[in-house]
């Protein structure tokens, strides 16, 4: 066909050019050609390369709320609309729980690929105490305090920007005490008489007042934040700091029996952590995935060479498409990215394998003749390969959720960089400095060792077997000898 004509009569002869004849040898090893349009494409990606995978590596988490649909989506302008407006709705706002008392999980017998089941057992602060009125003169001062405390993050978007909104905290202690005759109780009757009180007149506060076993366990203050849901984790986490900071000045003037205090808020700090795990994992993928390439592209070679030129590629493939995407389409490293990334990395080795293998398979030992074979033989399967892949994922374009528009550029992109790092970078090195010679399978070897092996236990017992003989025809002949001597 035209194709594989292009590459065996332009393509191969194009790479194999050199000017100065053939390669020369020292000390019997041949060295590296030189092929000028060769080591100009090699110079060339390998520049192209290294820039996008270095912007590839300062990729971060978005800093802006994550878009699942398109800008000029109705739920993406309805969202936009509802939040824009004034100071926008109050339930985009982040309500959570400042709990004292809660010690921690007793997750001792829970099994991660049981998730559902034995989720642990909640473990109380037996110090926890609020029947003093150092304790609750410490909570109220807590409350009063948590209205006004100031935040200074970006995530604080409601006026006046303060860490919580001042009217939506809700502490029972204030009411109870009001209920009191503004006198709180103390000592021992001071939890019987809470118990009746939330049984009774303050029963909406039922969720705050933690008895357990008759005794009061646990408790805690509600509030509704500054911070909205939808932030990204980026901009949560220093909102997470400065809760951390807050809580961690009020424990150190809290008598011991309040030093147990965390804030929760749903899955808002949860899904902060989620999305750094998240960015975390295509690291960790790219870990394992590039060592276990190395090693199979090794045994389907046989050749250490040229499994190194194709996990250079591979890396390359990678890193060139996540840097495209950071420069040309500006994209954050968000969760659809990171998804998605982590799925394309088998997509890069492909072609790479491909070349590699048939390389190795040619029957012909001098370079130019494999790097032909290759080009030739695997030239056409490899853009038709490419060409399929990449019209199915012209079908994702039209989707409207983001989240697999974006799964079809990063498949587009890993084909388009596929074919370039494969045949403009993969096949000129190999042109340059490939192995020459027969190069001999990984399971040829393996079996070439186990039958040396083999060999050499068989010529050890044989040389055992004859040396035993040796041994005992000495001893005859020692005895014969004896005999004779006496007679």
């Known amino acids: 066909g035209v194709i594989e004509t292009f590459f065996r009569d332009k393509y191969s002869p194009l790479l194999n050019a050199q000017p100065r004849g053939e390669a020369k040898r020292f000390k019997g090893v041949l060295l590296p050609a030189f092929k000028p349009i060769s080591l100009i494409l090699v110079l060339t990606m390998a520049g192209i390369g290294s820039y996008l995978s270095y912007e590839a590596i300062l990729m971060e988490p978005p800093s802006e709320e994550e878009a699942w649909f398109p800008r000029d989506h109705m739920v993406t302008t309805i969202s936009s609309d509802f939040d824009s407006y004034l100071v926008g709705a109050?339930?985009?706002?982040?309500?959570?729980?400042?709990?004292?008392?809660?010690?921690?999980?007793?997750?001792?017998?829970?099994?991660?690929?049981?998730?559902?089941?034995?989720?642990?057992?909640?473990?109380?602060?037996?110090?926890?105490?609020?029947?003093?009125?150092?304790?609750?003169?410490?909570?109220?001062?807590?409350?009063?305090?948590?209205?006004?405390?100031e935040c200074g993050v970006a995530a604080c978007t409601r006026p006046p920007r303060t860490l919580v909104v001042a009217e939506s905290v809700r502490c029972w202690l204030e009411e109870f005490q009001a209920a009191s005759n503004g006198s709180l109780p103390t000592g021992a009757d001071f939890e019987p008489l809470v118990q009746d009180w939330v049984g009774g007149a303050g029963a909406e506060h039922a969720k705050a007042v933690g008895f357990v076993d008759g005794r009061l366990a646990f408790t805690s203050v509600e509030f509704v934040s500054t911070a909205k849901w939808?932030?990204?984790?980026?901009?949560?986490?220093?909102?997470?700091?400065?809760?951390?900071?807050y809580l961690a000045a009020f424990v150190r003037a809290a008598p011991r029996s309040l030093s147990t205090v965390f804030c929760y808020t749903g899955d808002y700090f949860v899904w902060m952590t989620t999305e750094v795990e998240l960015v975390r994992g295509i690291f960790i993928g790219f870990a394992i995935c590039f060592p276990v390439a190395f090693v199979v592209l090794f045994l389907a070679t046989g050749s250490?060479?040229?499994?190194?030129?194709?996990?250079?590629?591979?890396?390359?493939?990678?890193?060139?498409?996540?840097?495209?995407?950071?420069v040309a389409l500006d994209w954050s490293l968000g969760v659809g990215e990171s998804i998605a990334g982590t799925i394309v990395?088998?997509?890069?080795?492909?072609?790479?394998?491909?070349?590699?293998?048939?390389?190795?398979?040619?029957?012909?030992?001098?370079?130019?003749?494999?790097?032909?074979?290759?080009?030739?033989?695997?030239?056409?399967?490899?853009?038709?390969?490419?060409i399929t892949t990449l019209g199915s994922s012209l079908f994702m374009f039209a989707c409207q959720v983001t989240f697999f528009s974006k799964m079809a550029t990063l498949i587009a992109g890993t084909i388009g960089f596929s074919l370039l790092f494969s045949l403009l970078f993969f096949v000129p090195l190999c042109a340059i400095a490939g192995p020459t010679g027969r190069i001999t399978p990984v399971t040829e070897r393996l079996r070439s060792l186990r039958r040396r092996r083999f060999r050499s236990k068989r010529v050890g017992s044989e040389?055992?077997?004859?040396?035993?003989?040796?041994?005992?025809?000495?001893?005859?002949?020692?005895?014969?000898d004896g005999a004779k001597a006496d007679g």
């Open 90 to 149: 109050d339930e985009a706002y982040v309500d959570g729980r400042v709990y004292f008392g809660l010690k921690g999980l007793d997750r001792s017998g829970f099994n991660r690929y049981l998730p559902d089941k034995n989720r642990g057992t909640v473990e109380f602060d037996e110090q926890f105490d609020l029947s003093t009125a150092e304790a609750q003169a410490s909570l109220l001062g807590f409350c009063a305090s948590l209205r006004v405390a």
């Open 230 to 245: 939808s932030e990204p984790g980026k901009v949560v986490r220093p909102y997470y700091d400065r809760w951390d900071a």
């Open 304 to 326: 250490l060479s040229i499994a190194v030129f194709a996990i250079g590629s591979i890396a390359f493939i990678v890193g060139s498409l996540l840097g495209f995407t950071s």
């Open 345 to 386: 990395i088998g997509l890069a080795v492909d072609y790479t394998v491909h070349l590699g293998h048939a390389y190795t398979e040619a029957a012909s030992e001098s370079r130019e003749d494999k790097v032909s074979y290759a080009a030739t033989v695997m030239g056409v399967t490899v853009v038709a390969g490419g």
């Open 463 to 480: 040389r055992a077997s004859t040396g035993a003989r040796d041994h005992a025809a000495d001893a005859l002949h020692n005895m014969a």
